[in-house]
C-alpha cells in the first residue's frame, strides 16, 4: 500500500523551489565572479555586456521554447532535460578562455535556463486551487532570490578558496543533483501514487471548469498571441523585468565600479536585496489571497491592487544613484528587490487565471520572451551607456517603469467567468 503525504502539493512545489535555486545559482554565477573574471580575461566593461546581452537574446527565445515542451512532454521529462543542460553549461564556464566563449555559453545558458517560471506556473496549474495559485508562484520563486542570496558567499568563498574556475563547477554540479531528485520525486497529479483523494478533490474545488477545458488540444500560439489579455500580462513584464536583469546581472558591478566595493565586501552586501526579494515572492499571493478572504475581492482585481501597490513603492529605486550613503543605496535596492517580486509574482501567476492549463507553460513562456526583449534592451543600453554617463539614469528609469505596467495590467486585461470545477479524475490504481 503506498503511502499518502498530506499537503503533496507543497512538497512537489518545494521540490522545484529547490530547482529554481539550481537554476539561480548558475545565472549568477558569472556576476559574483565578474570583476575577477574580467582582469583574468581581459574583459571590457562593454565586452561584459554583450555577454550578458547573449543571455538575454537567449532568454525570451528560449521562454516560448521551453514552455512549449513543457505543454508537450510534460514537467518531469522537461524539467530533467532542462535542469541537466542549465547545469553542465554553467560548469563549461569554467573552462573558457575569453569573451567570446563567455558569450556564446551565456546563450546556451539563457536558453535553456528560461524553462523555470513556464514549468513553475504550469505545475501551479495543475496541482494548486485558484486562491492558492499566486502564494505558490511566490514560493517558487523563493529560489531566484535564494540562488541570488546564496550565490555571492558560495562563488565568493570558491574563488577565494580555489578559484573562478571552480566556483562555476561547483554551482554547475549543485544543479545535476538536483535533477536527479526531481527524476525520482516527481509525478503529474493524476499519476502521483502518494496524492491523497482528498487533496486531489480539494484542488479540483478550487479550479475553473473553463480553464480545464479541452486538456488534450495543443496550444496554439497564433490564439494566444491574439488575445488582449496575454498582451495584458505580457507588457507589465516587459516593464518590471529590467529592475531584476539589473540586480542579477549589473548590481555586484555597480558596487564595485560606482561605489568602490571589494569582493569581500560585495559578498557580505550582494545578497540583501535578494532577503527582501523572499518576502515580496510570498507578499504578493498572500495579499491578493488575503484581499479574496476579507473582502470577496476577485482573484485577478486582487492581483492588479497588489501589483500597483509595490509599483508605487518601486519609485524609491529611483534614488539609488542619488544618495550618497552607500548604506542607503543598499536600503533602496532591498526595496526595489521587495517591490518587484511582489508585483511579479502577482503578473507571473495571472497565467493560471486567465488561460487553460494546457496552455499555461507556452502563455508564460510567450510572456517571458516579452519580458526578456525589455530585459534585453535595458541592458544593453547599460553596456553601452553607463561608462558615459553613469549608473544614476538607469535606476531612474527602473523607479517609475512599473507604473507604465500598472496602466497596461487595469486597461488591458478581462478576467475570465469564473465556474466551479468538477471533480479530478485520477488514473485507477494510482
Avoid at 499518502?4 to 539550481?22: D, H, Q
Avoid at 525520482?184 to 480545464?212: C, F, K, V, W
Avoid at 555586484?252 to 540583501?272: C, E, H, N, S, V
Wanted: glycine share 12%; proline share 5%; with cysteine.
Amino acid at each position: 500500500m503506498t503511502i499518502k503525504v498530506k499537503g503533496l502539493r507543497w512538497w512537489m512545489i518545494g521540490l522545484l523551489t529547490l530547482g529554481t535555486i539550481t537554476n539561480y545559482l548558475a545565472r549568477s554565477s558569472l556576476s559574483i565572479a565578474a570583476p575577477t573574471v574580467m582582469q583574468h580575461l581581459h574583459i571590457s566593461t562593454h565586452e561584459y555586456g554583450w555577454i550578458t546581452g547573449a543571455f538575454l537574446v537567449m532568454y525570451p527565445i528560449g521562454a516560448p521554447l521551453t514552455g512549449y515542451l513543457m505543454d508537450r512532454i510534460g514537467l518531469r521529462a522537461g524539467f530533467l532535460i532542462c535542469g541537466v543542460a542549465w547545469s553542465l553549461v554553467c560548469m563549461a564556464h569554467g573552462f573558457v578562455a575569453g569573451w567570446v566563449g563567455l558569450f556564446v555559453l551565456r546563450g546556451v545558458l539563457g536558453l535553456v535556463e528560461a524553462a523555470f517560471i513556464p514549468g513553475g506556473m504550469r505545475a501551479a496549474a495543475y496541482w494548486f486551487p485558484a486562491q492558492e495559485r499566486g502564494i505558490a508562484a511566490g514560493v517558487f520563486n523563493l529560489g531566484t532570490s535564494t540562488g541570488a542570496i546564496l550565490a555571492p558567499p558560495l562563488i565568493a568563498w570558491s574563488i577565494l578558496h580555489y578559484n573562478w574556475q571552480v566556483a562555476f563547477m561547483i554551482a554547475g554540479a549543485l544543479g545535476l543533483c538536483w535533477a536527479v531528485l526531481w527524476l525520482i520525486l516527481y509525478r503529474h497529479p493524476d499519476r502521483h501514487p502518494a496524492l491523497s483523494n482528498e487533496e486531489a478533490a480539494y484542488i479540483a474545488a478550487g479550479q475553473e471548469t473553463t480553464l480545464r477545458l479541452n486538456e488534450g488540444k495543443k496550444p496554439s500560439l497564433r490564439e494566444i498571441l491574439k488575445e488582449r489579455n496575454f498582451w495584458g500580462i505580457a507588457l507589465p513584464r516587459f516593464f518590471a523585468d529590467p529592475v531584476w536583469g539589473t540586480l542579477v546581472y549589473w548590481m555586484p558591478l555597480y558596487l564595485y565600479q560606482a561605489r568602490g566595493f571589494d569582493l569581500k565586501t560585495i559578498a557580505m552586501t550582494a545578497w540583501l536585496p535578494f532577503v527582501t526579494a523572499d518576502v515580496g515572492c510570498l507578499m504578493g499571493g498572500s495579499l491578493s489571497a488575503w484581499l479574496k478572504r476579507r473582502f470577496g475581492t476577485p482573484i485577478v482585481d486582487g492581483k492588479r491592487m497588489v501589483f500597483t501597490l509595490a509599483a508605487f513603492l518601486m519609485i524609491g529605486m529611483a534614488g539609488v544613484g542619488l544618495v550618497q550613503s552607500p548604506a542607503m543605496a543598499i536600503f533602496l535596492l532591498c526595496l526595489g528587490g521587495f517591490a518587484h517580486q511582489t508585483l511579479s509574482i502577482t503578473v507571473i501567476s495571472m497565467s493560471a487565471d486567465l488561460f487553460p492549463r494546457r496552455e499555461v507553460g507556452t502563455v508564460t513562456g510567450l510572456a517571458g520572451c516579452v519580458a526578456g526583449i525589455g530585459n534585453l534592451a535595458f541592458t544593453l543600453v547599460i553596456g553601452g551607456l553607463v561608462s558615459k554617463i553613469g549608473y544614476t539614469p538607469f535606476f531612474i528609469a527602473l523607479g517609475f517603469g512599473d507604473l507604465m505596467g500598472a496602466t497596461v495590467l487595469w486597461t488591458v486585461v478581462r478576467p475570465v467567468k469564473a465556474v466551479p470545477a468538477e471533480p479530478l479524475v485520477r488514473e485507477v490504481g494510482v
